[in-house]
């Protein structure tokens, strides 16, 4: 094995971080709290984890800390190992400023301290402004590089990107491709120009990629490969991040981000229709294996040092395939064995190839509910917020369609040859093998935490949930036989040939079933 040695022994992973500081960027983040919280609960040795953390709406580092750990994901460590969260040392600091807004005084701090950073902050909009998006995925990541070439002691500088920052191709190995603007020149441009010059700008600057998330992400790998210099560098490319697999809690989720929101929508019973093709595979990947690989990947990097930045493709496509239609029955089946609460219609969903039929069931199953929906809300003197609501949806579908209606290779040799290094405590310990995911159980802990963790829907109210979800089932299903007789006697009433037909048609079935009986 080619690992870290003493003499010729296996160095363990948690053994690696014993004594060491860390510092991490995004750590607020979906992926920042997981990485935190693991690196805590599986590396007892660390010495400090330091957080890049702004004050924002009137609180400050330390009280953002404290609302940061009250959150379920933490309260595992609260209850076994309360100590360990005394080591989280947050830094005043902002990824839009100068030097990262971080003090002069904490910037030696962490120059003199800090071994291992993970670089996770980052605008994951994928509609975001161009001029914010560079502000953050790409000169941030520059600052960052300007820090870490300053301290004494870091051995690995671990990057988050995605696989998608390469869209633009459809077989993706683990290598930076070419960009056809450098960052630097995109830095500039977005300087020097006004807001909506920029805003006119764009998509002429991100040609052949759908949003500034991928274009601005593409560019960051550049910067890092022009600008690393002797730093010790790896990537970590994550495809669509979703609700972990088993760590700390299985189906911890707490953004809509991806696909998450329509799926609670969907399980709500108010959106039923998506542009998507089927047959393709949904690259899909819990946050608790991207984060194993990660702190994995930072072991690797720095116990075993080479000159070039090493990249890890993050997918399942490869491995462990799940099309968009498996994912879609299997989310609308567990919606329906574990109901939201106040569903308002019986969870139901379709994908469609099609973009004129599906614009026709928007229009039918989302726009003209939600106006029906808001006209009655009005005259009982509510507030109307359903239009509002599929408006939302509508935006956050649009944003998916392109990554549902193409598929990628995306080569994960690095990944295999890593895991092979691994001793099999650290390949348990910190699992990343994508083969290991059961899909349909991974899944049915998704949609429980969407309930949870999403809906904010206490696990005690599902027997309750459920008997209403059944009301609801043949109210559905009495809605449909309803219009079904509405549209036979329409037909019946204007053609004599399909009256007929209709009629030899029943005449047949009411005979199978006297032989049945």
């Not at 909009?125 to 914010?132: I, P, R, S, T, W």
């Not at 981000?257 to 089927?278: E, S, V």
């Not at 509510?382 to 949806?393: C, D, E, G, N, T």
Request: aromatic share 8%.
């Amino acid at each position: 094995m080619a690992t870290m040695m003493t003499g010729d022994e296996y160095t363990p992973v948690k053994e690696f971080y014993r004594d060491r500081s860390i510092f991490i960027t995004g750590g607020t983040g979906f992926m920042g709290k997981v990485l935190v919280e693991k690196l805590l609960r599986s590396c007892p040795g660390i010495k400090n984890i330091y957080l890049l953390m702004r004050p924002k709406r009137g609180q400050d580092v330390q009280q953002r800390l404290q609302e940061l750990l009250n959150a379920p994901l933490f309260e595992k460590l609260q209850r076994d190992s309360p100590g360990e969260l005394s080591k989280i040392i947050p830094v005043a600091g902002d990824i839009t400023e100068a030097e990262l807004g971080i003090s002069p005084a904490d910037q030696e701090m962490l120059i003199r301290s800090v071994s291992v950073v993970f670089h996770s902050a980052a605008t994951v909009k994928f509609d975001e402004a161009l001029k914010l998006s560079v502000t953050i995925n790409i000169l941030g990541t520059k600052r960052l590089i300007q820090l870490c070439h300053r301290m004494r002691h870091v051995e690995a500088l671990i990057h988050v990107s995605t696989a998608y920052c390469n869209c633009d191709r459809t077989d993706v190995a683990e290598e930076i491709y070419p960009v056809d603007k450098e960052p630097e020149q995109v830095i500039a441009l977005t300087q020097w120009m006004d807001d909506k010059m920029v805003e006119e700008l764009t998509p002429r600057l991100i040609a052949g990629r759908p949003n500034t998330y991928t274009f601005s992400k593409a560019l960051a790998e550049r910067l890092l490969q022009r600008e690393k210099g002797s730093l010790p560098v790896a990537i970590v490319r994550p495809s669509i991040v979703i609700s972990s697999y088993r760590e700390p809690v299985a189906g911890w989720v707490d953004n809509c981000n991806g696909p998450t929101g329509i799926i609670a929508a969907a399980g709500k019973g108010f959106f039923r229709t998506m542009l998507c093709h089927a047959d393709k595979v949904a690259d899909l990947v819990p946050v608790d294996i991207v984060i194993n690989l990660m702190i994995c990947t930072a072991w690797k990097t720095a116990t075993q040092r080479t000159d070039t930045i090493s990249i890890y493709n993050c997918c399942t496509g490869l491995q462990n395939p799940i099309t968009w239609k498996e994912f879609v029955e299997l989310t609308i089946k567990y919606s329906r064995i574990h109901p939201a609460n106040d569903v308002l219609w019986y969870p139901d969903g379709t994908v469609h190839n099609s973009i004129l039929i599906n614009k026709l069931c928007a229009t039918l199953q989302h726009k003209l509910p939600a106006h029906i929906l808001d006209i009655f809300a009005r005259l009982k003197g509510s507030r109307p917020i359903m239009v509002r609501l599929q408006s939302k949806l509508s935006k956050a579908s649009q944003c998916l369609e392109y990554f549902c209606t193409r598929q990628w290779n995306f080569r994960d040799d690095n990944i295999r040859q890593l895991s092979e290094q691994l001793s099999p405590e650290d390949r348990e310990t910190f699992m990343f093998d994508v083969k290991q995911i059961n899909w349909p159980l991974y899944l049915e802990q998704y949609i429980l935490g969407i309930r949870q963790f999403i809906l904010k829907e206490n696990p005690d109210t599902l027997p309750a949930a459920r008997s209403y979800v059944t009301k609801l089932y043949w109210l559905h299903r009495a809605t449909q036989i309803g219009l079904l007789i509405i549209m036979l006697r329409i037909l019946l009433s204007r053609n004599s040939a399909a009256q007929g037909a209709v009629l030899s048609l029943l005449s047949v079935v009411l005979r199978i079933c006297r032989l049945i009986v």
